[in-house]
């Protein structure tokens, strides 16, 4: 298994300011991904952060508006760049080990007010 | 279209009482199905993962089953406690995309 860690858990930001979330994960993962979960929605994959290469992002999502940064096996950031309240929102970070049935763990979440 | 859908919405039950969630999903092709607890202000926890060939698939108290002829999930939980109290969510992986699919989950509420 694999234990994640996100900072900050939480933040209360003004628009038009960023904030870099950080995701750490206790061993080596072949798979890194940030996903949205907005009030009442299910989750939505932003984007796969790749190792030493541009993150993939899904339909709808940009890296000027979300840059991501994968440096290691272990480590991520993304950013939520001039903040609107429409990014309200909370924030995860997800992992998984590959392989056919891989299992897909997911961090505690950073829940993100924009006032 | 790739989608997952659960019922009901929201559900309360008695301490000690089962109950049973639904998941219906049109995403093909179909590689595996997932049912995650997620406690409020937490992330999702993997509850079981069912592949094509597999019926259904126990963890404790929590029972998945599968019928991928019709595409319908369901996730039994027996004697319910507290600590049930959560949201869970089903999720598809689609074969061909990798990708994962969710359902907006079902808000399950055990009172004393």
């Known amino acids: 298994s694999a234990v994640i860690s996100q900072k900050p858990s939480r933040d209360i930001c003004q628009r038009g300011t960023s904030l870099t979330i950080q995701c750490q994960v206790d061993?080596?993962?072949?798979?890194m991904f940030w996903y949205r979960q907005q009030p009442g929605q299910s989750l939505t994959l932003i984007a796969t952060a790749n190792q030493g290469s541009e993150a993939t992002y899904e339909s709808g999502f940009v890296i000027d508006k979300f840059p991501i940064s994968r440096p290691n096996l272990t480590f991520s950031t993304l950013t939520v760049s001039n903040m609107s309240p429409e990014d309200s929102s909370i924030y995860l970070c997800s992992v998984s080990m590959g392989g056919t049935s891989y299992e897909q763990y997911f961090g505690p979440g950073t829940r993100l007010t924009v006032t | 279209k790739n989608q997952v859908e659960q019922s009901p919405q929201s559900l309360i039950i008695l301490e000690g009482k089962n109950c049973t969630l639904q998941c219906n999903y049109t995403v093909s092709p179909f590689s595996n199905l997932r049912w995650y607890k997620q406690d409020t202000g937490r992330g999702p926890v993997s509850l079981t993962i069912m592949t094509f060939s597999e019926n259904t698939k126990s963890n404790g108290r929590y029972t998945a089953t599968l019928d991928a002829d019709t595409k319908q999930s369901s996730l039994h939980i027996t004697a319910s406690q507290l600590s049930d109290s959560a949201s869970y969510i089903c999720?598809?992986?689609?074969?061909?995309?990798?990708?994962?699919?969710f359902g907006t989950g079902t808000r399950l509420q055990v009172f004393p």
């Open positions: 999720v598809v992986r689609n074969w061909d995309t990798d990708k994962l699919i």
């Open positions: 061993s080596q993962v072949t798979m």
